[in-house]
């Protein structure tokens, strides 16, 4: 169905269900300026990232490129480190687990033991003499728009400047306008928190040029000013006088080419910059940035009803909301607004979205603001396919396929094996060897669960092509595993060892994770081979490995064992979960197939409690929403959606006044798990059909839903009222059978590729008018 159509049906349903209400902006809007950066309201075009602060006097837009890291190319590999596998392994048979920790921890981590971290650029500084005494101040993130606004003013003149950061144009645009002639005045700077920098003032360009300290890499930034004032250049400024209107266009490069390349051109390609600036208009490339940005975010809408709280400035509305709950369209504008996130920090072309994104203003942020892929970067694209943002899934891909060229060597060098590995972190230059420390580095499944996300996208576009090109990839990552499996003395099964449950327990032999993962990623590939018609003995080998890789197992506690020994520890409150990936984001546990499996996680989980850091609040969002507890779904949302910074709560998680997401401090997985938590509670496709309403909770009776996706190819737009659904309407994008079912009621029918199918809330066909 073209995406016409589903606007109609959108439309349809939000005049059939008038006590929704009417389709709200989706905005987060302040009365004050940021006084600091997670108050900062952030833009971005997945290579260029800035927060603007909204300042009177003084603007501040601190801006990010996102190959800009300390380091260079590097092999993060321990040579030969392979040589004392098979002793650490026999340290932890023989339960001596600190002194197998001690032996790694010498000879079998990465070199050196950390990897590198991500860079701010610099800072847009703006000054605005006179402007002390203001009124009518607002500053507003439209996110339909992707476009930052902030209005106030001074003396009877209203003054707004409007910024955005364009894909098509790939520059920081800033338009400052006064409402009377001739009335706006200020000096504008680039500056930069690197110890190594220079500024060069041309009339109306100035150039920013950076060295990272601890490193190869080195940026080049230029401002362009255009206005109908006078500019008088300085040393370290740009001065602008007796203007209506001023516009300011700003971009940066570095050196980076690859993980392997540093022989870039930057400062060439800030005087290309300034050639195509010179005939930029502000109004079209507004134009195009708007119209390429709708492109991808209007595919989706979300409604779960207005109740009268969106004239509350963000930050005020956080507070309500942990107050009192009571806001469902604030909770779609949550998910509306990781998917402004995404579209803003990962487009086809660059880097994918890391710790922060693409936003960072520290030169030592926290965790290095890299990839953790022990659930932090997988967590980070858990919507993109859900929500409709499917291209923003490439970034991530190429990473991938970087991470099993560099793997291969770490494989071979720590375990003497084919295929590829990763670990738990990998940065801009790759590397995949462990990092940090013995106790949680050494975790050998990253790669392997980078891999489920080639074959979920798979799942969701069914594009056979793109299969094809990734089963390589995919099957590097398990013939790793085919070598890397040991059997374990004691039970006789397959064990991944030496590994971790991540993040605790410290270094051990056989955690139920890496079990789950590596069974997943041996399934997957079974099935793609028989889908592409293509390498039968390697699938007929993990065939005969799946059923030898140890069992999940229901501990003494009916909890699911997070180890090979029934160990677990009630009173643990640790924020990882990790043992319950076979919920989610795989599906191995369920209750349809292992409802005993399904009450053990369950009873897991319940030990764990509800309380974590943001990212861990956003897994638990996903893992109740498959365990069908809508009420305690939401319980979390609203801890998620609670403010981080309130004194009163003494909890960790929750929300900043921007609404990034808090472990903390900032991480921005949290705002894309705990997105795609909320559409787990609308739909849910994991097990073979899709399942209509499975976890809707009773803060959310009235809602209604447009362009969200389902595996085995389909798109669907539905609504529900007082809880019960209204209608359905499916278009299949492959033409795959399709099984719908919502409550106790299931329908099957076959389809066509690019034909739509309605029904009704009891799941019976309509006919077509």
């Not at 800072?123 to 993130?141: A, E, M, Q, S, W």
Request: overall charge negative.
């Amino acid at each position: 169905m073209t995406k016409s159509r589903f606007t109609l049906l959108f439309t349809f349903l939000l005049v059939a269900q008038t006590s929704v209400g009417a389709q709200t902006k989706h905005q987060l809007f302040y009365n004050e300026p940021a006084k600091k950066w997670v108050e900062a309201l952030p833009l971005g075009n997945g290579r260029l990232g800035a927060m603007v602060y909204g300042g009177v006097t003084q603007e501040h837009i601190q801006f990010n490129e996102e190959t800009l890291w300390k380091g260079g190319p590097h092999d993060y590999s321990h040579k030969d480190a392979h040589k004392h596998l098979g002793k650490i392994r026999e340290l932890l048979a023989e339960g001596k687990q600190t002194e197998a920790q001690n032996l790694a921890s010498e000879v079998f981590m990465s070199a050196p033991l950390h990897q590198k971290a991500y860079q701010p650029f610099g800072d847009l500084i703006l000054d605005f003499p006179g402007h002390n005494d203001y009124t009518g101040y607002k500053r507003v993130l439209d996110i339909d728009r992707a476009v930052s606004t902030v209005s106030y003013s001074v003396g009877g003149v209203k003054y707004t400047r409007e910024a955005l950061v364009s894909f098509p144009d790939q520059v920081i645009a800033l338009q400052i306008t006064a409402d009377k002639p001739g009335m706006l005045d200020f000096d504008l700077r680039l500056d930069s928190h690197h110890f190594q920098k220079s500024v060069q003032t041309d009339y109306d360009r100035q150039i920013l040029e950076v060295k990272v300290t601890e490193g190869a890499l080195e940026g080049v930034a230029g401002i362009k000013v255009k206005t109908d004032g006078s500019i008088t250049p300085a040393y370290r400024k740009i001065g602008v006088e007796g203007a209506t209107k001023a516009t300011i266009y700003l971009t940066a490069h570095t050196n980076f080419v690859n993980y392997k390349e540093v022989s870039g051109k930057p400062k060439s390609k800030i005087n290309s910059f300034f050639h195509k600036a010179a005939n930029l208009d502000f109004e079209d490339v507004r134009s195009m940035h708007v119209k390429d940005y709708q492109e991808l975010f209007d595919r989706f809408r979300l409604s779960f009803g207005d109740r009268g709280h969106g004239d509350a400035p963000t930050n005020r509305r956080i507070y309500d909301f942990w107050k009192n709950p009571d806001d469902p369209q604030f909770v779609a504008l949550y998910v509306q607004y990781a998917r402004y996130l995404m579209i803003s920090s990962s487009r086809p072309g660059g880097q994918p979205a890391n710790l922060q994104g693409i936003w960072n203003d520290k030169l030592n942020p926290p965790w290095d603001s890299k990839w953790t892929v022990n659930i932090n970067a997988e967590m980070n694209y858990w919507p993109v396919e859900l929500t409709n943002l499917s291209e923003c899934h490439e970034p991530f891909f190429n990473m991938i396929d970087e991470c099993s060229v560099s793997g291969a060597i770490v494989a071979k060098e720590h375990y003497n094996c084919d295929g590829w590995v990763l670990h738990h972190n990998t940065d801009i230059w790759r590397g995949t060897a462990p990092i940090n420390a013995s106790n949680h580095g050494i975790w050998v499944t990253g790669g392997a669960w980078l891999c489920t996300h080639l074959w979920e996208h798979y799942l969701f576009t069914r594009d056979k092509a793109f299969l094809a090109e990734k089963y390589p990839v995919m099957r590097g990552a398990a013939k790793f595993f085919t070598e890397f499996l040991v059997e374990d003395p004691k039970t006789g099964y397959l064990i991944s060892t030496p590994s971790n449950s991540p993040e605790i327990g410290g270094l051990v032999a056989g955690p139920t994770m890496d079990h789950q993962i590596i069974r997943a990623l041996f399934n997957a590939c079974i099935e793609a081979s028989e889908i592409l018609n293509t390498d039968p003995e390697f699938a007929a080998e993990l065939k005969q490995m799946v059923p030898k890789i140890a069992p999940n197992q229901i501990g003494r506690l009916g909890q699911l064992q997070e180890w090979l020994e029934d160990k677990d520890d009630p009173n643990v409150k640790h924020r990882h979960v990790s043992h319950l990936w076979g919920v989610h984001p795989g599906n191995e546990i369920n209750w349809e197939e292992t409802p005993e499996l399904m009450k053990a996680a369950r009873q897991s989980l319940i030990f764990r409690g509800d309380e974590g850091t943001g990212w861990s609040l956003g897994w638990k969002i996903n893992f109740w929403a498959r365990f069908l507890d809508g009420n305690r779904t939401y319980k979390l949302i609203h801890m998620l959606l609670s403010p981080a910074e309130e004194p009163q709560r003494k909890i960790r998680g929750g929300s900043y006044p921007n609404l990034f997401d808090a472990h903390p401090p900032f991480q921005i997985d949290g705002n894309f798990g705990g997105a795609a938590g909320i559409v787990e509670m609308l739909i849910q496709s994991h097990l073979d059909k899709i399942d209509l309403l499975p976890a809707l909770p009773d803060a959310l009776p009235e809602g209604k839903i447009s362009g969200v996706c389902a595996r085995g190819g389909f798109e669907l737009s539905f609504s529900w009222h007082e809880g019960v659904l209204q209608e359905v309407e499916v278009l299949s994008k492959a033409g795959n059978p399709c099984t719908l079912k919502y409550g106790n009621k299931t329908i099957d029918f076959g389809t066509k590729k690019d034909e739509t199918y309605t029904f009704n809330g009891k799941l019976r066909k309509v006919k077509k008018q």
